[in-house]
């Protein structure tokens, strides 16, 4: 029996789940910051969905999707993405009427056949947002300097942003039809698949990995030249603001995206250490989709970008904001010495993790092993307790950055750990929330210890 991970899947270890988490959490804190709510949805939709949505010619749909059906012969599929979910949550809960523009962000695996290589595998992740409601190109730009500035903060610096429009529905049927007639000259060298794709839907043609379709695309019109005055000045409104907000791009006319539903403008992220063809993430207007899935006629705008590749690009960039702490200021180590100090110590592990994280020594080993695995693990202080501490109520206090070492009081422990350790966290994270009336509690705590 081979029980290994399915082939483009991976196991999240600790340390790397470390950064994982450091990645995903800058990324909500700036989310949070620019309006954006959580929205969690179903790993598996109705398989119709996406054909509706991401398109029946795309190679998501065509190539990529995991579809099952259920004991009813129901047909589903895992997600490939997420902005169709999002939007079909949107209309079944009517979202719109309490929000005239809706801003949503959401996080976790998504899951597409793909053939694995670095950056590519069949389970990823993705950190995406979706703005509904609102066309104005304010909205397009804020969202890619956004996108700009979570990957600044995950450790990315050599960002190259993408940028091209692809108008509304009138201008797409202009271009659309120039394109039959580019490559309608040269149809005989076009692969199979773009020779069908050419009648249904010519700019998947530009999507094309085949080297002599992408040969072919590469001197086609650009779709500029097709946009109706209206798209025109939204485009030129989005490039003048990204230009206001220090956000530099390159325009770049071969980005139609791989997913059907996108009008206007769309966008990636590139890293040179990637690749061409492994983009960091991208996204884009689609003001049809709404209407089109059964809500009013809605525009819409988002981004999702690949978890996985922000991990490796930040790797590459060598910056350690999502790198490993060195030394957890907000971590004690609990050692002791002697078996009576050992109880002791198990009650009071308990007692502080209230509001700090505590690694309580299990073994007994001798104390210098203990500071020894108190350094491995990047515990920022050590509490000794042996027989003497006990005996007097105290505790020494070893601060490991330093070296220096204190003598408290419980009391006065409970009063520098809220005071110095907690301190060091940010008050709106989880933790800070359990950490309300954290001083009373923890006072209350050590004073009903009995060593
Ligand atoms: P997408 O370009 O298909 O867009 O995927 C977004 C990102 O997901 C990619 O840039 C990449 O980082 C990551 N990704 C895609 N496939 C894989 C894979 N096989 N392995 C690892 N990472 C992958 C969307 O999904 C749209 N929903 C984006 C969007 C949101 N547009 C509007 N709103």
Known sequence: MDYR????????????????????????ELLERFGYSEIRTPVFEMKELFLRTVGEETDIVQKEMYTFSDRKGRQFALRPEGTAPVIRSYVENSLWKDHPLLKLFYMGPMFRYDRPQRGRYRQFHQIGAEAVGSLNPAVDAEVISMVAMILR???????????????????????????????????????????KRLERNPLRVLDCK?????????????????????????????????????????????????????????????????GA??????????????????????????????????????????????????????????????????????????????????????????????????????????????????????????DMTTGEQRDFSLSALADFITKEMVGYRNDKSPHGRIDRNLGGQLDEALASLQF
């Open 153 to 195: 903060a995950a450790g990315i610096e050599r960002v190259t942003v993408k940028l091209n429009s692809l108008g509304e529905a009138e201008s797409r049927e202009r271009y659309t039809r120039a394109l039959q007639s580019y490559f309608g000259a040269v149809r005989s060298r076009l692969c199979g698949d773009c020779d």
């Open 277 to 398: 063809s492994v983009a960091l993430g991208g996204g884009g207007r689609y003001d049809r989709l709404v209407r089109e899935i059964g809500g009013p006629d809605t525009p819409a705008i988002g981004f999702s970008l690949g978890t996985e590749r922000v991990l490796l690009a930040a790797e590459r960039d060598r910056r350690d904001a999502a790198g490993d702490a060195p030394c957890d200021r907000s971590m004690i180590y609990l050692a002791w010495i002697g078996e009576k100090a050992g109880e002791a110590a198990f009650l009071l592990a308990n007692a502080l993790r209230r509001a700090v994280r505590v690694e309580l020594e299990l073994e007994s080993r001798s104390i210098k092993a203990q500071f020894r695995q108190a350094g491995k693990l990047g515990a920022g202080y050590v509490i000794v307790l042996g027989e003497r501490e006990l005996a007097e109520g105290r505790v020494q206090l070893k």
């Open 5 to 28: 991970v399915p082939r483009g899947t991976q196991d999240i270890l600790p340390p790397a789940s470390g950064r994982w988490q450091r990645a995903e959490g800058v990324a909500r």
């Open 210 to 274: 085949v080297p002599a379709c992408r040969e072919l695309a590469a001197d086609i019109p650009p779709m500029e030249d097709y946009l109706s005055t209206k798209s025109g000045e939204h485009y030129e409104q989005v490039q003048a603001r990204l230009k206001r907000l220090g956000v530099k791009f390159e325009k770049d006319k071969h980005l139609v995206r791989g997913l059907d539903y996108y009008t206007r403008t769309t966008f990636e992220f590139h890293h040179g250490e990637l």
